[in-house]
């Protein structure tokens, strides 16, 4: 510390505004005017090297938090690190590295500002909940918010300042791997989420040593990808993206998310790192988002592999100029940007802008006032993977079940006395915890068996085969899985033990590794042999539950056609297989509704609810010149808002408070829903709106609301939805919002087939 204070003595004066009176108590929404001066005063201490390096993101281990032998990229780095042309660092992890990294940072560079330390926690950090995908399906705000703050509870004890989450992206195509890291492919469904995860990482106080700043990302259009596949180039149209793509993100920077983060991939020609219309335009001028924009990995030089940048300087002016801050894993910045503003390229004052939204985050997150305050080895020991949050991974994985199909009510469970497990999931303790799993604990997830054991009484006989291997190569994220194709040496006891079972419950689907990032699919069918296996059980036994455990929609024709019992048990997290297992005993009714759509083939995909009508839909039987293949019905197998239940719910006549509205006015739409079953149980209500005529052609219709309510066995609930302006409005091409004067279907039902409903008109 003596050297740090030797080293500020000369810029003492000037820093006495910096270190001015501040209150770290206070909410962040609050403090930016106060911060301005900080920032402004610290920024005229700064050389235009130490500025570019606040834009500088590296990916540092913890061979960085010290001095040592250090060869080649490793020396320059540590070198940059200490003199202050580094501003964040991904990938350090735990509260002592990121402890010894900090001190190393404040003691030996000339300002001493503190580094944020970053990492992805896209759903936990070492206690794992359901992949982002699978809570959605909850459709439960309050438990998605309150997952997010336990792993931000986590992150933070464990020196972290900044998630790279949620991921916002609106997804139609289940080729894509990384769907299991979004909310699905409605619009509206998808910014609700955002915005509960969002209050969940940062709470009221940034500045609390229990939140973490979080990510708003892709912007834009990453989902839409070409044939699903990852990085691939985005066409769409401007209603696509004013209508489906940018809300959610709209809606996070309207809730204050810390910073956003750009898509690899070009969208209508120009890559979003580039892209001034997204990041200037839109961001920066409509939303007036005055927060941190920083790149994906490396996506500032892979403008020059999309043919946009002759090299690595041009890149570096390209992105800078939009609007792209930091540059994570990139080099551009950092090698480029001086000799650009010294060349007069570039001006200076756009380093200026970018640097002011970094020191602000720092000043927000109370690093200023104790840069070490996150990196306390004692909380992490207490608050990592605590079993309060185990509990609360199970009880969200409990509604984040769908179950998909339940032909004369196979579930729940009873009367058998013989169960036989079958599949290479069923005791797979470390799938469940599914990609993206930031520190979890490999292994530690409790399996469908376990779960099994753990609730069945003990006069049930519960016997176990696992049929097929599913995966023979490497299992972790930076190496594609070899799926087993031709080894079905298991297939023989399995089917003898089904012969010999009440029931056989069937655990298949995805490894962990099969969807996420890069995981992208052609064939969305169940992998491997799993099918074939499937299959010969039920020649055999056709008295099957199929347990799907998957981290995106897959192609189930042939088993919706033929397996009685079929669950949808994604990926769910720490306590999986004890969530499951309940599930399938009648311990816990599913309530779980999907967010993505399941197609009948491959070959309808991109699906989704919300398309366009087209001048040619169906009207009568026997048509042969209207919008359809000629091989397989239009609709999903599974359609967006659907999932059934324990329960039955009977739903009643849709009544208005008034059958038109103008502008300045609110209505009400009411339901009655009935519980005919004798269990207790949850519905998911939604409201859908279609516009009857707009001035661009509408979607078939929108979800713009949706109530989750208890409807205890035999007695009804009534749901009331207010219906508004912006309920009725839509973006068109250019941009604008609009309001337009007409008639419009409102519908209120438990999916998004819903046919009844009544009319509304807008004066």
């Known amino acids: 510390m003596t050297k740090f204070l030797g080293r500020l003595a000369g810029v003492l004066c000037a820093l006495i505004i910096f270190f001015s009176c501040s209150n770290p108590s206070e909410k962040s929404k609050n403090t930016q005017s106060r911060f301005d001066e900080k920032v402004d005063s610290l920024l005229a201490l700064m050389t235009l090297e130490e500025k570019i390096g606040q834009l500088n993101q590296y990916s540092l281990g913890s061979e960085f938090t010290g001095p040592g032998n250090k060869k080649g990229q490793d020396s320059i780095r540590y070198q940059q690190l200490v003199s202050g042309q580094v501003g964040s660092v991904l990938n350090l992890l735990g509260a002592e590295n990121t402890r010894k990294m900090q001190k190393l940072v404040i003691e030996n560079t000339r300002l001493g500002i503190p580094l944020l330390f970053a990492y992805d926690v896209i759903h936990g ?117 004013h209508n489906h793509i940018l809300p959610p993100f709209k809606a996070a920077s309207k809730a204050n998310v810390a910073s956003f983060m750009n898509a690899f991939n070009d969208i209508n020609v120009v890559p979003a790192t580039a892209n001034q219309y997204l990041l200037q335009d839109v961001l920066r001028e409509e939303w007036n988002y005055d927060g941190v924009v920083v790149s994906d990995w490396n996506s500032i030089g892979e403008l020059v592999n999309h043919g946009v940048s002759a090299d690595l300087k041009e890149a570096a002016k390209k992105a800078i100029s939009a609007g792209s801050e930091i540059d994570m894993e990139g080099n551009a910045y950092v090698e480029n940007l001086s000799n650009l503003v010294e060349s007069g390229e570039i001006d200076e004052e756009l380093i200026n802008k970018a640097v002011k939204h970094v020191l602000q985050l720092k000043f927000e997150l109370g690093l200023f006032d104790d840069p070490y305050k996150y990196s306390d080895p004692e909380r992490e020991k207490e608050i990592v993977g605590n079993e309060i949050h185990h509990d609360l991974a199970e009880e969200i994985a409990k509604e984040s079940i769908v179950l998909l199909k339940n032909e004369e009510s196979l579930l729940p469970i009873k009367n058998a006395k013989n169960i036989a497990v079958i599949g290479p999931l069923a005791k797979d303790k470390d799938t469940p915890l599914g990609n993206w799993r930031a520190q979890a604990i490999a292994n530690s997830a409790v399996s469908l068996y376990e779960g099994l054991e753990q609730s069945l009484p003990k006069n049930i006989n519960l016997k176990y085969a696992e049929g097929v291997k599913l995966s023979i190569g490497p299992n972790n994220f930076f190496e594609e899985q070899v799926i087993n194709e031709t080894d ?146 239009n609709s999903p197998l599974y359609t967006f808002g659907f999932g059934l239940s324990y329960s039955e719910f009977e739903y009643g006549e849709i009544e208005l408070s008034q059958n038109s509205m103008n502008e300045n006015e609110n209505i009400t739409a009411s339901v ?80 998004s087939t819903v046919e009844h409903h009544q009319k509304l008109e807008l004066k």
Request: proline share 4%; no cysteine; glycine share 8%.
């Open 125 to 241: 950090y070492q206690t794992m909940f359901p992949v982002p995908l699978a809570e959605s399906a909850s459709w439960n705000l309050d438990l998605m918010q309150k997952t997010a703050q336990a792993a931000a509870a986590e992150s933070a004890a464990s020196g972290l300042h900044w998630t790279f989450a949620p991921m916002i992206d609106v997804t139609v195509d289940a080729r894509w791997g990384r769907v299991m890291e979004g909310a699905g492919e409605d619009p509206f469904l998808q910014s609700e989420i955002a915005k509960a995860r969002i209050n969940g990482f940062q709470g009221q106080d940034l500045s609390h040593n229990k939140t973490i700043a979080a990510t708003a990302k892709h912007f834009a259009g990453y989902g839409y990808a070409e044939s699903g596949k990852d990085y691939n180039s985005v066409n769409i149209n401007n209603y696509i993206l």
């Open 672 to 751: 009655s829903i009935q519980n005919i079953s004798e269990v207790d149980g949850y519905e998911i209500v939604q409201l859908y709106i279609q516009d009857l005529v707009a001035e661009e052609t509408p979607m078939i219709k929108s979800l713009k609301a949706f109530k989750k309510v208890e409807v205890k066995a035999g007695q009804s609930v009534k749901v009331d939805f207010s219906i508004n302006k912006e309920m009725l409005s839509y973006y068109k091409s250019n941009g604008e919002l609009s309001l337009e004067k007409g008639k419009f279907n409102v519908f209120i039902g438990g999916n």
């Open 488 to 633: 079905n040496s298991g297939f023989e006891e399995a089917k003898k033990l089904a012969e010999n079972s009440d029931l056989v419950i069937m655990a298949l689907g995805e490894t962990a590794y099969m969807s996420g990032e890069g995981r992208s699919r052609a064939d969305i069918g169940l992998p491997g042999l799993q099918k074939e296996l499937l299959k010969e059980i039920h020649a055999i036994n056709p008295n099957i539950v199929l347990v799907l455990m998957n981290g995106r929609p897959l192609e189930l024709s042939w088993e919706d056609e033929n397996i009685p019992a079929i669950v949808e048990a994604w990926h769910l997290g720490q306590r999986a297989g004890t969530a499951i297992a309940e599930t399938l005993l009648g311990k816990n009714n599913p309530s779980g509704k999907l967010t993505m759509s399941f197609p009948r083939t491959v070959g309808q995909l991109p699906i989704y609810y919300n398309h366009k009508i087209t001048g040619r839909p169906s009207t009568a039987p026997g048509q042969v010149f209207y919008t359809h293949h000629t091989d397989v019905d």
